[in-house]
């Protein structure tokens, strides 16, 4: 070790900096996620927005600031088609949805 990484200064310095960069692995794999579930969306014509809104977004909303809304939003919009689908069909395909539901 360096003298300076013996102090308690460069001790809080290492722990810091192993914290950052720690916590941003999670968050690229979930941006990572988010844009994959965002672009399967747009492709299939259940939303407007294109996965670009993604990448742009993460880059604003960093993990420091409010960096959960991306992932929650991709989430909501997933779910929210999800149910769409489910109830009233696809927009894509204009087929109703399951069996015993109205308009089947």
């Known amino acids: 070790m ?4 013996e102090t308690p200064d460069g001790v809080v310095l ?9 916590s941003l692995v999670p ?14 969306l747009h492709d299939s014509g259940e939303i407007k927005s294109g996965p670009g809104q993604v990448l742009v977004a993460a880059l604003i909303l960093n ?5 959960f809304y991306v992932p929650l ?5 997933a779910r929210s088609a999800m149910l769409r689908i ?8 204009g087929q109703a ?6 308009g089947r």
């Open 63 to 67: 993990p420091y600031f409010i960096g």
């Open 14 to 22: 290492r722990v810091g900096t192993i914290s950052f960069f720690g």
């Open 73 to 77: 939003s991709v989430s909501w919009a």
């Open 27 to 40: 968050y690229v794999v979930s941006m990572v996620r988010a844009y994959q579930v965002q672009r399967g």
């Open 97 to 102: 949805g399951p069996p015993g539901t109205p």
């Open 2 to 5: 360096t003298a300076d990484s």
């Open 86 to 93: 489910k109830y009233a069909g696809s927009p894509a395909t």
